[in-house]
């Protein structure tokens, strides 16, 4: 009989059971904590294998499908991942990678409900023009034609006015003469020459507030007729008419501030001084024209859609253009080129005929008396080729106006959201609109 017994102290070998070499196991009981360097055991896996419970690394967990798959039916997808194909990745609009493969957004008006390319919003305007010409051409042509009319008639009465005065060249005028020219400049030509001046500005404000809001309305599949687009129009009017004014004054302000500080250096006789800031100060409030005019130039969008105020126009134009200034500008210079070249075809047919009865010729340059028949010609030249132009000008505009709010406002998914219903023509308004003074910054919108 030994002293020691046979199961012997835990963790020493036995008589039975003699030591083997390798490392010392720690025992369950005995409180020691183990080697150094080495975890408890069950605390950590083997290296290479997960955790208890969790998938092996790059799998997804148990019960979800794999990352890109949408899940089982019935079943919603993971916690902070939208649905596979259901949202944009940032960039990718108008790119092969937008949505799921054979993704197109929706075109309730012919146009995609998402972020346009240059080429997208010249086509848009005229696929506008295409859908609903009555509203675009005729109201066009209707209120053109009153100008015309008017123009028309301002220009013969002043081709006759200038042949009733019967002076030859190198004629000396008398006091009677010169008494008579004078009168009829102030009584009669400067009056109408601003009456024509002043409809003309009328038509303009008038024909902006109504094809605003036909092509604005077409963009979400609603057909305005004339008399719908009247009385949607007729009530922005007057903020029409302010934000024009507004946008006139920051354009003409700048040049009509260097002009004064010219005529006042030159009546002070300080022609160096006077000549340099001519230069220098008319160049700098031509750039600022342009940058006004270009920063403001979604004020009559903003006015009519929005139903904001002259102002407020001005102010949510300025944002919508901030850091885009040279994408719309070159888009709006893009633009009047084209309006200018297709003018210019369209005018070509009236000029050969003008040239025939006895017109000027346009710009074949070909010279002769001016006849009624020929004024006549011109005036319906310019009335054919402004009918045409207008809407193009203004569709281009409104639609610019729609690719910078999808852009920064993320207004494509909530349109299209809306296009799954019949769509009022009033979620311009509706969609997002800023806070009032005072009340704090809006609310962020789901961007893409």
């Not at 219903?421 to 962020?444: I, K, V």
Request: aromatic share 8%; proline share 13%.
């Amino acid at each position: 009989m030994t002293d020691n017994p046979s199961w012997g102290v835990p963790g020493e070998p036995t008589e039975a059971e003699p030591a083997q070499p390798g490392p010392a196991q720690p025992s369950q009981g005995s409180g020691q904590p183990p080697p150094y360097g080495q975890p408890p055991p069950g605390q950590y896996p083997p290296y290479g294998q997960p955790p208890h419970g969790q998938p092996p690394h790059g799998q997804p967990p148990h019960g979800q499908p794999p990352h890109g798959q949408p899940p089982p039916y019935g079943q919603p997808p993971p916690y902070s991942q939208p649905p596979p194909g259901q949202y944009p990745q940032y960039g990718q609009y108008g790119q092969p990678g937008y949505g799921p493969p054979g993704y197109r957004p929706p075109e309730p008006g012919g146009i995609p409900l998402r972020p346009m390319g240059v080429g997208e919003i010249l086509s848009g305007a005229f696929t506008s023009i295409r859908r609903n010409p009555a509203a675009t051409l005729g109201l066009s042509a209707i209120l053109l034609s009153i100008y015309g009319v008017a123009s028309t008639g301002f220009s013969l009465a002043l081709r006759r006015l200038v042949g009733n005065l019967n002076i030859s060249p190198g004629q000396t005028l008398t006091p009677a003469q010169t008494r008579h020219i004078a009168f009829d400049i102030f009584a009669i030509v400067l009056p109408s020459a601003l009456a024509i001046i002043a409809l003309a500005f009328i038509i303009e404000v008038i024909l902006t507030g109504l094809l605003t809001v036909v092509i604005g309305r077409g963009v979400l599949g609603r057909q305005v007729s004339m008399g719908e687009a009247w009385r949607l129009a007729l009530p922005r009017l007057p903020a029409i008419l302010g934000a024009v004014v507004l946008t006139g004054l920051s354009i003409l302000g700048p040049l009509a501030a260097v002009a004064l500080i010219v005529v006042l250096l030159v009546i002070a006789h300080v022609y160096p001084v006077a000549v340099i800031i001519g230069i220098l100060g008319g160049l700098a409030a031509i750039c600022l024209a342009v940058w006004f005019s270009v920063m403001f130039s979604l004020a009559a969008p903003t006015v009519v859609l929005e139903r904001q105020g002259p102002a407020r126009a001005l102010a949510r134009s300025w944002r919508l253009v901030l850091r885009s200034f040279w994408r719309v500008f070159g888009i709006l210079l893009l633009t009047g080129l084209v309006v200018f070249i297709a003018s210019a075809v369209i005018k070509v047919p009236f000029s050969l005929l003008e040239a025939l009865v006895g017109g000027s010729g346009g710009a074949f340059g070909l010279t002769a008396p001016h006849t009624v028949l020929a004024v006549i010609l011109a005036a319906v030249a310019s009335i054919v080729a402004g009918a045409v132009t207008r809407p193009v000008s203004a569709g281009v505009t409104v639609l610019l106006y729609l690719d910078l709010r999808m852009r920064k406002e993320g207004l494509d998914l909530a349109l299209q959201n809306a296009a799954t219903g019949q769509m009022t023509g009033d979620e311009f308004e509706t969609m997002w609109r800023p806070p009032a003074p005072g009340h704090g910054p809006a609310p962020a919108p789901s961007s893409w």
